[in-house]
């Protein structure tokens, strides 16, 4: 058998960039079907320092030195962005090179556009790194003829880890989110993993992956964990349960239900338990098969080994299943989900409080499920919470009811709500 070599550009040498360099000096390069070899890398700044180094001859300012090169069958894009990330993309494509790509924001945002033009093009379009929490399942999306109907996942390292020390170190958010950011697991601008949106990228592209269906991404519901304290975290456990960011999709016939936001899980199972920066997800098909995986979600060498992943596929000759069939779906309002509540209000410590928050709810169809009536024994503290647990209920009727609340002499600020999930299997 002739050993296939894939002539590999690189857009991007940041940290996942440099991890794939280095997966490929280390061993990535040679195998007795295939090798690689590594032709030129475009970068932004040829002069600065990088953990990783690399021959000057390697690193390019200008993208035509890879996408114009004939020599050049593959394009790996770590560059991030949108702009010019997906006029790179489209152009390398529209070449017929192959491409690799981590850019979970760009797929989110067009990647039907994207998946087209590999299939004109009969290209192979890598996004395992888009999601290295289940990249291994991503063929296996694509190629099954039962179809996904039903997903929760754990996509985002930094909220996950964010909650996890919460919980251990018993201390809020802000001091939590700054530690993450000193030791790495946070950005220095962590606003798209802390306001949910970098979850809510991975989850268009997974249902774009498993449907034919790219929802956009200004029609999907998305919530941050700003708004977690300590205190819920405590009193959830209480409960019996644990909060984590969730991305959820469930289709019911022609019907999806999909939305990002934190959730409560049952301790001590499933998703519940991953903690730090694990990530995972939970899908069942419409045939009852259910599968659960679990893989880190940050760090340079996750993301560059599911990169390396695809560039063996294409090494073998491989053509990654695309969604060619395009299903026809209704996205579901969230106003009309159903599910439990977990609901905190900041109430006056006083007889009476809990049956008027009781009767708005009622007046609204809202059963209560569990109580927890915090006093704190301190006269001068007038304030204390009052946490509920629901039962199942619409979320229009409770969001009617939250604002009638949140309107009473005897509450104070804006009250809190999250979601409760189940397991799926």
Same mark, same amino acid.
Request: some cysteine; hydrophobic content about 40%.
């Given at each position: 058998?002739?050993? !296939?070599?894939?002539?590999?550009?690189?857009?991007?040498? *940041?940290?996942?960039?440099?991890?794939?360099?280095?997966?490929?000096?280390?061993?990535?390069?040679?195998?007795? $079907?295939?090798?690689?070899?590594?032709?030129?890398?475009?970068?932004?700044?040829?002069?600065? !320092?990088?953990?990783?180094?690399?021959?000057?001859?390697?690193?390019?300012? /200008?993208?035509?030195?890879?996408?114009?090169?004939?020599?050049?069958?593959?394009?790996?894009?770590?560059?991030?962005?949108?702009?010019?990330?997906?006029?790179?993309?489209?152009?390398?494509?529209?070449?017929?090179?192959?491409?690799?790509?981590?850019?979970?924001?760009?797929? %989110?945002?067009?990647?039907?556009?994207?998946?087209?033009?590999?299939?004109?093009?009969?290209?192979?379009?890598?996004?395992?790194?888009?999601?290295?929490?289940?990249?291994?399942?991503?063929?296996?999306?694509?190629?099954?003829?039962?179809?996904?109907?039903?997903?929760?996942?754990?996509?985002?390292?930094?909220?996950?880890?964010?909650?996890?020390?919460?919980?251990?170190?018993?201390?809020?958010?802000?001091?939590?989110?700054?530690?993450?950011?000193?030791?790495?697991?946070?950005?220095?601008?962590?606003?798209?993993?802390?306001?949910?949106? $970098?979850?809510?990228? @991975?989850?268009?592209?997974?249902?774009?992956?498993?449907?034919?269906?790219?929802?956009?991404?200004?029609?999907?519901?998305?919530?941050?964990?700003?708004?977690?304290?300590?205190?819920?975290?405590?009193?959830?456990?209480?409960?019996?349960?644990?909060?984590?960011?969730?991305?959820? %999709?469930?289709?019911?016939?022609?019907?999806?239900?999909?939305?990002?936001?934190?959730?409560?899980?049952?301790?001590?199972?499933?998703?519940?338990?991953?903690?730090?920066?694990?990530?995972?997800?939970?899908?069942?098909?419409?045939?009852?098969?259910?599968?659960?995986?679990?893989?880190?979600?940050?760090?340079?060498?996750?993301?560059?080994?599911?990169?390396?992943?695809?560039?063996?596929?294409?090494?073998? *000759?491989?053509?990654?299943?695309?969604? #060619?069939?395009?299903?026809?779906?209704?996205?579901?309002?969230?106003? /009309?989900?159903?599910?439990?509540?977990?609901?905190?209000?900041?109430?006056?410590? @006083?007889?009476?409080?809990?049956?008027?928050?009781?009767?708005?709810? *009622?007046?609204?169809?809202?059963?209560?499920?569990?109580?927890? #009536?915090?006093?704190?024994?301190?006269?001068?503290?007038?304030?204390?919470?009052?946490?509920?647990?629901?039962?199942?209920?619409?979320?229009? $009727?409770?969001?009617?009811?939250?604002?009638?609340?949140?309107?009473?002499?005897?509450?104070?600020?804006?009250?809190?709500?999250?979601?409760?999930?189940?397991?799926?299997?």
């Amino acid at each position: 058998m002739q050993t !296939r070599s894939v002539h590999i550009g690189i857009f991007g040498l *940041g940290t996942v960039g440099g991890g794939i360099v280095e997966l490929l000096r280390r061993g990535g390069k040679k195998n007795k $079907d295939y090798n690689f070899a590594l032709k030129k890398i475009v970068v932004k700044n040829l002069d600065k !320092r990088r953990k990783v180094s690399v021959p000057s001859e390697l690193l390019s300012c /200008e993208p035509k030195s890879i996408l114009d090169n004939p020599d050049i069958d593959t394009v790996v894009e770590v560059m991030g962005g949108i702009h010019p990330a997906q006029e790179i993309v489209l152009e390398a494509l529209k070449k017929g090179k192959n491409v690799v790509t981590a850019n979970k924001a760009l797929l %989110a945002r067009v990647g039907s556009k994207i998946f087209e033009k590999a299939l004109q093009n009969n290209c192979y379009l890598g996004v395992r790194a888009s999601n290295i929490a289940s990249y291994r399942l991503i063929e296996s999306l694509t190629s099954s003829p039962s179809k996904m109907e039903k997903l929760l996942g754990i996509f985002n390292g930094t909220c996950n880890y964010i909650l996890t020390e919460m919980e251990k170190k018993g201390e809020d958010f802000p001091i939590i989110l700054k530690r993450a950011q000193e030791i790495g697991y946070a950005e220095p601008d962590p606003s798209d993993d802390i306001r949910g949106y $970098d979850t809510a990228h @991975k989850l268009i592209i997974l249902l774009g992956l498993a449907l034919g269906y790219f929802i956009p991404l200004e029609s999907l519901y998305v919530e941050g964990i700003e708004r977690i304290s300590y205190q819920d975290i405590l009193f959830t456990k209480e409960l019996g349960y644990r909060i984590k960011l969730l991305a959820i %999709a469930k289709k019911f016939g022609d019907e999806l239900e999909a939305r990002v936001h934190p959730a409560l899980l049952p301790r001590n199972k499933g998703l519940a338990r991953l903690e730090g920066i694990e990530n995972g997800v939970e899908i069942k098909d419409e045939g009852g098969l259910g599968i659960r995986m679990q893989a880190p979600g940050a760090g340079k060498y996750p993301a560059a080994i599911a990169v390396m992943e695809d560039l063996i596929c294409i090494a073998k *000759g491989r053509k990654l299943f695309l969604p #060619q069939e395009k299903i026809s779906l209704i996205l579901k309002p969230m106003t /009309e989900i159903q599910t439990k509540y977990y609901l905190r209000f900041n109430a006056l410590d @006083k007889a009476g409080v809990l049956a008027k928050i009781s009767n708005v709810l *009622g007046n609204h169809n809202i059963s209560i499920e569990a109580v927890l #009536q915090k006093g704190n024994g301190e006269k001068k503290i007038k304030w204390v919470p009052i946490i509920m647990l629901t039962h199942k209920s619409r979320e229009k $009727d409770i969001q009617s009811a939250l604002k009638q609340i949140d309107s009473l002499s005897v509450t104070k600020g804006k009250s809190l709500l999250i979601r409760v999930e189940e397991e799926i299997f």
